[in-house]
């Protein structure tokens, strides 16, 4: 099923008994008003470092390769995935984040639904999160509350690194926006019944078609005469004109062996 999680958070507070309302009100005006995106699983479109212990000196010293401003397409957008517990995919938490473009960079809050029993449990997080122009990451408290989520600065942390990853895909010319509308025929039935409509969302595809051409003219492949089988990371490539993503991909001489390598952030 195709997700609108930003559709059924706004559903699932009409009527609800929360006795404070001020967030959920305010993120609910964020969605309304959000250019919303669909990411694949784990937020995670260019896999630029180690993503299973995010730091913010692994953002400063490996994002600015690869995103030349800190700034969304759009001032206002809603970034949805699911992210699935390692030890139980069956397990999972949807996330929503909120991200805005300011002077001083990027500012964002997290809306997380997790589902017991049938039930949507929805969490307006507490702490929200800043990027400014120089990469730097900071988290605080939004609206004066004073009880953080335990661990919520490593969720912070991990976030942003979705948001520039998000912006560094934009920036590749052969990943390319398309917009998935939401179904009209639903959404009039929807309506009628009182329920929230579904909204449009777009979304980001690589553009297989499209092949890299080096300074050389010729196409992106590694000399592999030399070198044993591996793996090759994925990892982006700058032109003098244009920045693309290369998929990650098995090169080399199998006949010479096999290399197995592990990705480790300094």
């Known amino acids: 099923m195709i997700s609108n999680y930003c559709s059924d958070y706004l559903e699932d507070l009409v009527g609800t008994h929360e006795e404070d309302m001020r967030l959920p009100k305010i993120n609910s005006q964020r969605i309304r008003q959000s250019v919303k995106f669909r990411l694949p699983d784990s937020g995670i479109i260019l896999d630029v470092v180690n993503s299973n212990n995010i730091r913010i000196d692994d953002i400063k010293a490996k994002m600015p390769g690869v995103v030349s401003h800190v700034k969304l397409p759009y001032d206002q957008v809603a970034l949805e995935y699911v992210m699935h517990n390692p030890e139980d995919?069956?397990?999972?938490?949807?996330?929503?984040?909120?991200?805005?473009?300011?002077?001083?960079?990027?500012?964002?809050?997290?809306?997380?639904?997790?589902?017991?029993?049938?039930?949507?449990?929805?969490?307006d997080f507490k702490l929200g999160g800043m990027i400014d122009a120089d990469f730097d990451v900071r988290y605080g408290l939004i609206d004066g509350d004073t009880s953080p989520e335990e661990g919520g600065d490593v969720v912070i942390f991990y976030n942003a690194y979705v948001i520039l990853c998000f912006i560094a895909a934009l920036e590749c010319s052969n990943v390319v926006e398309e917009t998935k509308l939401a179904p009209t025929k639903l959404n009039k039935s929807r309506v009628k019944k009182g329920k929230e409509p579904l909204f449009d969302y777009k979304v980001l595809t690589l553009d297989t078609k499209s092949k890299a051409i080096n300074n050389n003219g010729d196409t992106n492949t590694e000399r592999t005469h030399t070198k044993r089988e591996h793996l090759r990371r994925g990892h982006i490539r700058r032109y003098e004109h244009k920045t693309i993503w290369i998929n990650p991909c098995v090169v080399g001489d199998k006949i010479k062996g096999s290399l197995k390598k592990d990705y480790l952030v300094t």
């Open 89 to 123: 995919r069956d397990k999972k938490t949807h996330l929503i984040i909120l991200a805005t473009n300011t002077e001083d960079g990027i500012t964002f809050n997290l809306i997380a639904r997790t589902i017991k029993n049938g039930v949507n449990n929805w969490t």
